[in-house]
């Protein structure tokens, strides 16, 4: 079993204070955090089981990570949605950059440390250095989960990684919704079209 090889940890944080020309009515931090890794697999061909490494990388990963991004976001308290990120280099597979962010080992702990109860958005693919890693955001509270103002989405990029064996792992987060949402939620709309949440008509007394 390799060992786990971070190479680096790059923080991207942006504070949005306008938006449609007007002043936000506070601030929008949106935030993320990411380790460059070498890439587990690197080198082995095609692996039957990936679960040795994941269970191997997965934890220490979240060890890192969790806790900046909390930092950065000011406390759990702070973080209102989330999402998270693999990117594996060319000579990976897509499996590989999956793996390591969909497992309780990783996931869950963001979960816990943002203290969210709801699915983590993600995007995973494979790619060059330089790309633009870019992933979606939604409420961290399951209950909460149609609330379009926090329908958000972080982007950066790291100009030497993913090389071509390594796999970039990433969380990030939000401390509100878009400045000036106006657009509503899924619960106005099914009222406005009188279904419920499985788009059935509400039963008439």
């Given at each position: 079993?390799?060992?786990?090889?971070?190479?680096?940890?790059?923080?991207?944080?942006?504070?949005?204070?306008?938006?449609?020309?007007?002043?936000?009515?506070?601030?929008?931090?949106?935030?993320?955090?990411?380790?460059?890794?070498?890439?587990?697999?690197?080198?082995?061909?095609?692996?039957?089981?990936?679960?040795?490494?994941?269970?191997?990388?997965?934890?220490?990963?979240?060890?890192?990570l969790v806790p900046r991004l909390v930092a950065l976001m000011g406390g759990a308290e702070r973080?209102?949605?989330?999402?998270?990120?693999?990117?594996?280099?060319?000579?990976?597979?897509?499996?590989?950059?999956?793996?390591?962010?969909?497992?309780?080992?990783?996931?869950?702990?963001?979960?816990?440390?943002?203290?969210?109860?709801?699915?983590?958005?993600?995007?995973?693919?494979?790619?060059?250095?330089?790309?633009?890693?870019?992933?979606?955001?939604?409420?961290?509270?399951?209950?909460?989960?149609?609330?379009?103002?926090?329908?958000?989405?972080?982007?950066?990029?790291?100009?030497?990684?993913?090389?071509?064996?390594?796999?970039?792992?990433?969380?990030?987060?939000?401390?509100?919704?878009?400045?000036?949402?106006?657009?509503?939620?899924?619960?106005?709309?099914?009222?406005?079209?009188?279904?419920?949440?499985?788009?059935?008509?509400?039963?008439?007394?």
């Amino acid at each position: 079993m390799t060992d786990i090889v971070i190479r680096k940890v790059v923080d991207h944080v942006e504070d949005v204070l306008m938006e449609g020309g007007r002043a936000a009515p506070r601030p929008l931090r949106m935030a993320a955090c990411a380790a460059v890794i070498r890439n587990p697999w690197a080198g082995q061909g095609f692996v039957d089981d990936l679960a040795p490494a994941i269970l191997a990388h997965a934890p220490i990963l979240a060890e890192a990570l969790v806790p900046r991004l909390v930092a950065l976001m000011g406390g759990a308290e702070r973080i209102e949605a989330y999402g998270k990120a693999a990117v594996v280099g060319t000579n990976g597979e897509i499996e590989h950059a999956a793996g390591l962010i969909h497992t309780l080992h990783f996931g869950n702990a963001f979960r816990i440390g943002a203290e969210g109860n709801a699915f983590l958005p993600f995007v995973n693919k494979r790619s060059g250095a330089g790309v633009p890693i870019a992933f979606p955001l939604t409420h961290k509270r399951e209950e909460r989960k149609g609330t379009r103002s926090h329908f958000l989405s972080i982007e950066f990029a790291i100009s030497d990684a993913p090389t071509a064996d390594e796999i970039v792992v990433a969380l990030g987060a939000a401390d509100g919704g878009r400045p000036h949402h106006r657009i509503g939620d899924r619960f106005q709309d099914m009222k406005a079209m009188g279904v419920d949440q499985t788009g059935k008509p509400h039963a008439t007394p």
